[in-house]
């Protein structure tokens, strides 16, 4: 009995991750294929890239905050208090930066695509449009996709930079630094690995993002407590899969680089 | 729709390839047998009613026909092509030529009634006018020109099905598809709706399939027809029904039941007497 709910569970996880290779692979192909939905792609880009700037700015602003509050703590401890600049902008760059937009993103948007679609899936409005003719996943997927892995690249930077700012706030103004020698040490220490960590990890992220919350939405059954399920599914699946993703691409990156 | 205001008449059924063919199809969803060895025809012009209790396994059917669902054994022609054979993005081509109306309607809800409506038209980039023109059209058919600004949330169930009924109607398919158009629906609002199947029926001779497992809708559609002069359904003399109107009925997974209103009437099967009585 147990070695058969093992046994039906391992199947199913092996059919979600075979429909998600599906899926994904599939609306990524359709980027290559007419006909091709500009204006549905500058939508999603404008609902998923602008209407998640204002959390971006604020979480970003207040991460490098309390990053550079408590690093300057600990850094006081050794005399090297002058270093808070380089901390901060060594994480928002290369993890705190990607990962927190991302999860913000993922939150956001993941749960958002998935009840979206979960609806459509729901009220037959997905069958109704491939009976109209309409690939779904050429239509609602693919646009999907190329918004987000293009708008959280931007949105990345954009929270790098106020984060950098927001540490430059409270190194200057509560701690009592000196600004220009916070923003020298800043990018001073900075090489091109560190920033091509920062700016690969947003394109895997808004992969993950998109595709997660469109593969959750899509396969949604069950009326509203589905819809609800798959949202929930959506925003928990993409952010493990986002911190498991860093951390494989941070120790790739490392082991090219060696920093 | 164009074809019924050209006034042209239905060819005769026995002289013409057939739309739909189901040969021995089967299909089940995990492990669990839901239709089994099918097999029927649909004639051009030809109206198939798709009768049969709650669950058996209509609407599943008819998903098949525009190949939506693929049978797990068997074939489906439609048009003469095979389409559980044909890749997905193959049939994206031909469902234009298949009109589907369905159980709730599955209007876009984020899509006013014009965009819902001239929704296949949009696609084919035709331009804005031109949509708003056809989409009109359709809706005129069925009534429901006064609400193209309207959403769906701000129709009511019969109104949806008729903006349903238009959105299948727009392109002039050869093959329409009802999936239970008056599921759910009070008896008035459910009469003006098979009046308007009825309309597609006898005035553009459109093959289809009506899946329906309100009996009364389905003999309504047998013994009436659609009076263009008087604008209305009007009762078949007595002993006469509709020639190209045919039954079909599901019982247990199974095609138990293939021919006409009489013979459906007339019936010894134990199960369809006590389903129609």
Known sequence: ?259 | MNQGANGSTPPPLASVEPVVVFDDVSIGFEQKPVLENISFQVRAGEMRILLGPAGVGKSVLLKMTNGLLRPDSGRIFVFGKEISAMHEQDLFELRGAIGTVFQEGALFDSLDVRDNVGYRLMEEHLPDDQVTARAAEALRFVEMEPAIDRFPSELSGGMRRRVAIARAIVTNPKLILYDSPTGGLDPITSTTIIELVMKQRDVSHTSSIVVTHRIQDAFVLAMHHFNRTTNQMELLPPHQTDPNTSFLMLHQGRLVFDGTTKELVHSSDPFIKEYIS
């Open chain 1, 1 to 259: 009995m147990a070695l058969d709910t093992i046994d039906s569970a391992a199947k199913r996880g092996v059919l979600a991750v075979q429909e998600y290779v599906l899926l994904s692979s599939r609306a990524v192909s359709d980027i290559f294929r007419r006909p091709f939905y500009r204006d549905d792609i500058y939508m999603q880009a404008d609902i998923i890239g602008v209407g998640s700037l204002p959390i971006v700015i604020l979480t970003g602003f207040f991460l490098g905050g309390v990053l550079a509050l408590q690093s300057a703590s600990t850094l006081q401890q050794f005399g090297a208090a002058a270093f808070t600049g380089q901390l901060v902008s060594f994480s928002m760059i290369k993890e705190i930066g990607p990962v927190v937009t991302a999860l913000m993103v993922s939150g956001r948007n993941a749960s958002g695509m998935a009840s979206e679609l979960g609806s459509m899936m729901v009220t037959e409005q997905i069958d109704a449009m491939r009976a109209l003719g309409t690939d779904p996943l050429k239509k609602l997927v693919m646009p999907r996709i190329v918004a987000t892995v293009v708008m959280l690249f931007f949105l990345v930077i954009i929270s790098d930079a106020v984060g950098i700012a927001g540490g430059g706030f409270v190194s200057v103004f509560l701690l009592g630094q000196d600004a220009s020698q916070y923003f020298h040490t800043c990018y001073q220490s900075l090489e091109y690995p560190d920033i091509l960590q920062g700016l690969v990890k947003p394109i895997f992220f808004g992969f993950i993002i998109a595709t997660i919350g469109c593969f959750y939405g899509m396969k949604t059954r069950g009326g509203t407590q589905g819809v609800g399920r798959s949202t929930t599914q959506a925003v928990v699946w993409s952010s493990i899969l986002i911190i498991t993703t860093d951390f494989m691409i941070s120790r790739f990156m490392i082991g090219i680089f060696g920093r």
